[in-house]
């Protein structure tokens, strides 16, 4: 599995669309820094653009790749490889070297300007943390998404839709349900309702490690009293781990029945 | 070397192969043919493991293969369509499969008889067809398996690479190798083949030799007899 790893995360590396997405965070990073001129602002501005970039380029990166090597996976299938090695090889190097650029594209402008001597840091950790599990999730769920579709179009359409439901219209349905529901007691709900969605789970998570829940109100004092705890900060973090884990393994089960 | 019992694959409602049995127990070179959609290139992958059986069992080197994947060292696989990642580069891509296999390669002097030294640096997406089904070749031929399986290997190549293809796969022979061969060329069947496995609508409609299927079609030549052979009731 090392090897092909070793193999995708290398062919990946070496495409223009690596650079331009780590050139594209340099520049970010670099533009809010000059624009801000605060640490921890910048990290709010950057969450939501991460929030919402990084599942996007995660789904369309998955996609394409699934698509792209679909005959070098068929050369591979062919050598003696355990097929889950592969698979799980190719994962990681897509998502990995994603990571990596997001990492390195966003850190080195933050290091540059003094991370290391700010209280920002761990606030900017989590961020990283959270960018990286998005990398990680919607790049599992869109490989899911390619492996159950032949047609790429199709397959596409399906990962752009994931895209928008988890990053769009999740929000609104949530939003109503509260509005429709709003005589009953909704604690319970609004936060499992959060944990369900991976990309609002990060959203939250990072507001509240910021410390400006008091703009959110009263769901604000609820969400502080949950994540705000270290059992509720623990358990948020393991939803990722398990969001992570669970397409990963229906991909992998689909791919050791598929034909190639 | 390679039993395959009662073998079924269904895609969807498209029921592929229906019932395939065939054995092949001493070492030569085997043509797969029949029409196109026969199964030909899906039997060929059952074999490799790639397409899942939907019915049947398949041993190869006296070892059922459901599940299994090390059996797959002892074989080399030619695929029809010749398409790899377009930022390696062609020594990269030897030196890749070399480093996944772990065994004993002669890629060398492959390369060298096929020309290839002026493009081991070239990234293979601007490779031309023909020069990357020599790459595919060079891939192929380089491991000394015991099994070679060519879907299509004649494709794209130019007349000089052709008869040092057909050198290359009479000295695999030599060494003992079971050879199975797709092809639609039937000059390459008739010059190569030590025996014929004719496939149509999903099932075995012939195995044997040259000889007999000319003695069994009443033909005076090959290729009429596989022309007779899928237009009339024979087997």
């Known amino acids: 599995m090392l090897k092909i790893l070793k193999y995708s995360f290398y062919d990946l590396v070496r495409s223009r669309w690596s650079y331009v997405y780590l050139l594209f965070y340099l520049a970010l990073g670099f533009t809010l820094l000059f624009l801000n001129n605060d640490l921890s602002k910048a990290v709010i501005t950057l969450m939501n653009i991460i929030i919402v970039l990084v599942p996007l380029i995660g789904t369309i990166f998955g996609v394409m790749y699934y698509y792209n090597s679909r005959e070098f996976t068929e050369l591979l299938i062919a050598q003696p490889i355990k097929r889950s090695s592969i698979f799980l090889g190719q994962y990681l190097g897509v998502a990995g070297s994603l990571s990596l650029s997001l990492v390195l594209g966003l850190g080195i402008p933050f290091i540059l300007y003094g991370l290391f001597k700010s209280a920002a840091i761990w606030d900017f950790v989590l961020l990283l943390y959270t960018g990286a599990f998005l990398t990680f999730i919607f790049t599992a769920l869109s490989l899911n998404i390619a492996i159950y579709n032949e047609n790429r179009i199709k397959g596409f359409g399906y990962a752009i839709l994931m895209w928008l439901f988890f990053a769009v219209l999740y929000d609104g349905i949530f939003l109503l349900s509260l509005i429709i529901f709003e005589d009953y007691p909704l604690d319970t709900f609004s936060l499992t309702a959060t944990l369900l969605n991976p990309i609002d789970l990060s959203r939250t998570l990072i507001l509240l490690k910021l410390d400006i829940s008091a703009l959110l109100g009263y769901t604000g004092a609820v969400f502080k009293s949950f994540f705000g705890t270290y059992l509720g900060f623990g358990i948020s973090l393991m939803m990722l781990v398990v969001w992570t884990l669970i397409p990963v393994s229906t991909y992998l089960r689909k791919a050791r029945k598929k034909d190639f | ?235």
């Open chain 2, 1 to 235: 070397m390679i039993i395959v019992e009662g073998l079924h694959k269904k895609f969807g409602r498209n029921s592929v192969l229906q019932g395939i049995d065939l054995k092949i127990e001493k070492p030569g070179i085997y043509a797969i043919l029949g029409p196109n959609g026969s199964g030909k290139t899906t039997v060929i992958k059952t074999i490799l493991g790639m397409v899942l059986p939907s019915a049947g069992s398949i041993e190869v080197l006296g070892e059922n293969i459901s599940k299994k994947w090390r059996y797959r060292k002892e074989l080399n696989y030619l695929p029809q369509i010749a398409n790899f990642p377009g930022n390696l580069i062609v020594g990269e891509l030897f030196n890749m499969i070399k480093d996944l296999r772990r065994m004993p390669s002669d890629e060398e002097h492959l390369i060298e008889l096929f020309g290839l030294q002026p493009f081991l640096n070239s990234k293979l997406a601007n490779l031309s067809g023909g020069t990357k089904q020599k790459v595919n070749i060079v891939i192929a031929l380089m491991f000394n398996g015991q099994l070679l399986i060519l879907d299509e290997p004649t494709t794209g190549l130019d007349p000089a690479s052709l008869i040092e293809l057909k050198k290359l796969i009479k000295e695999e022979k030599a060494k003992g190798k079971v050879i199975l061969i797709t092809t639609h060329i039937m000059d390459f069947v008739e010059e190569m083949a030590d025996e014929i496995v004719y496939l149509l609508e999903g099932k075995i409609y012939f195995q044997g030799t040259i000889k007999d299927l000319t003695e069994r079609t009443q033909q005076s030549d090959f290729q009429h007899a596989i022309a007779e052979i899928s237009t009339t009731q024979h087997a």
